[in-house]
Structure formats: C-alpha cells, structure tokens
C-alpha cells in the first residue's frame, strides 16, 4: 500500500473519519461493560487511523474477520499458536511490520481494526471472555498484535531485533513501533535507542503518543521525561515533533528517506480529545469507571452526539 499524499483533502477527512468512529466505539464499548481505556482513545485516535489509512505499508488482512479461539502458548511443542499479525496483512520482504506496545490500550486497536475494516465488529462480543483472543490487555494471539509485550518497554526491544533480521536479511519492509509516552520512563526502552542508532537501523520507525498521563496519573507528577526530543536525538534517534490529532503532520514523518537513524515520531497528544466530560477526572484519567448511573447517563448523551457526527474529531 503507497502512502497517499498527506496534504490531500480527503484522505485527511477520511482520517478524521476514522479517529472519531474509533473514539466512539471504545465509549460505546465502555458504556456497555461498566468501564474502559477511553482516554487512551482519546489521545491515540488520530495516529492509529493514520497509520492505518495509509502511512503504514501493509497487505490485506490474512487472519479470519473473527477472531480464532485461543490455542495456547507459543511452544515448540504447539503447532496450533499463531499470532494475530495477520489483521496486519501478510508478512513480505516489501511490506511493513507493526508493534504495538501499550497492551492495555487494545480495546483501541481493535475499534481501529473494526474501523478499516480489518476485523468483524462482532469481533469484539468476544472481549474478555474465557478462551477468547481479543483480550483486554493484549498478548501475541490478541488482534492485530505481533508480539506479547509483556511490562512496558519490551515490545520495541522485540522490534529492533526483528529489524536486525529483516536487513540482514535484504527485506526493505519498515518496522513501525507505537508507543505510549509512560514507556520512556522505561530503562529499557532508552538501551533499545541506543542500539538501534548503534546498529544504524534506519527501518525502524517509532510512533510515541506523548498524551502525559499514566496510571498514576499525570507524568509530570510521577517523573517528568521532557526534553523527551532532545534526548532521544542525543542517543541518536531522527526525531520529529508533531500535533498528534493532525493526520498531515503524522504521516509527514512515514515518507522521509532513510538515513542511517530510527526515527522517533513524538505525537503531542490531548488525552481528552473529542470528550470534553472526560476532563473532570482529571488527572486520574488512566481508566474510566462510572462512579453512578448520573454519570454513566451523561456519557451515553455524549455517545449520542458521537452517532450523530458531532462529535469532535
């Protein structure tokens, strides 16, 4: 798939399109189960809708638009484990490969899968039950994951390795990684950058979205990362700057040329996007449970707004 011009008209409607039919699926599917990660929504809606609709490169789906049933660990000794890599396309030498980190935002990455059409919705009447590979904090088996990231900050360890390979290799597919900002307070994620400037592994391509928030609240509150950019280009990363909601300036970032740096996309995000109400938990905005039927009331009026295209995108 070619990145379309990031300055065209309708695809950057397209993407907005999608970021809010993302928002308002999570808030349906909070609403309908008593909680959820909707700030996470939120904040990542536009970076995961423009990576899908075309700043990444991939194939079409290879898995079933209904998620298969668990069939256990990985092993040698299991021939059946697969993961759920294929809602990304085939795996090619041309084609790009994607690593999403922040397990628990997957409820997101299912709604963005639903949304371009690269899994069932009824997909996710499958949430969390037993047996059931559309979890609630997202494994290897999970939809459109490719790996278990385990604590935060390993998945991108995964990836650099896997972009290793795939050069030595010959393949000319790029390695696309999406982050969650709470990952750079990670010590392993700052060994990671460093040898992937060391080994000059220019395709890998990071997405981090710097929504400053994490379960403890606030990360200026918890342990402050900025200058997040000066940094990360002091151990040797390409870093670009961005408004985070504006699909342009996301996908400006995919269609640089290579040179010799991993570049780091650093998506300043707004973790209350498109739901205003959401402000008033403030800073605990990790996870969203209704506190009495007032409130959950009030979030099914702004659903409401969302299914009548008023919501903000």
Known sequence: MALRRSDDPAWIADVRRTARGIRRR??????????????QACSSAEI???LYRGALRLGPPA?????????????AGNPDAFTGAGYNG?????LDRFYFSPVHY??????????VARMAPEGLDQFN???????????????????????LGQCLSQAAGAAWARRRSGETGRNVVFLSDGELQEGQTWETFATLAWHRLDNVLVYVDMNAQQCDGAMDSVMGIDPSGDRLAAFGARVVEVDGHDPAALAAPAALAPDGRPVVVLARTDPCR?????????????YLRFTSNEERARYAAALAEFEEGEGDA
């Open 48 to 50: 995961l809708a423009t």
């Open 106 to 115: 997957a409820l997101v990455l299912y709604s963005a899968l639903i949304e």
């Open 63 to 75: 898995d079933p638009p209904i998620p298969r049933p668990f069939a256990g660990p990985p092993g």
């Open 26 to 39: 999570v808030l349906a599917h909070t609403l309908a189960h008593g909680g959820g990660y909707m700030s």
């Open 90 to 94: 085939p795996r090619a030498p041309e």
């Open 274 to 286: 498109g739901l205003e109400i959401l402000r008033e938990r403030a800073p605990k905005l990790h």
């Open 129 to 151: 039950r037993d047996g059931s590979t559309v979890e609630l904090i997202g494994a290897e088996h999970s939809p459109g994951h490719e790996v278990t990231a385990g604590s």
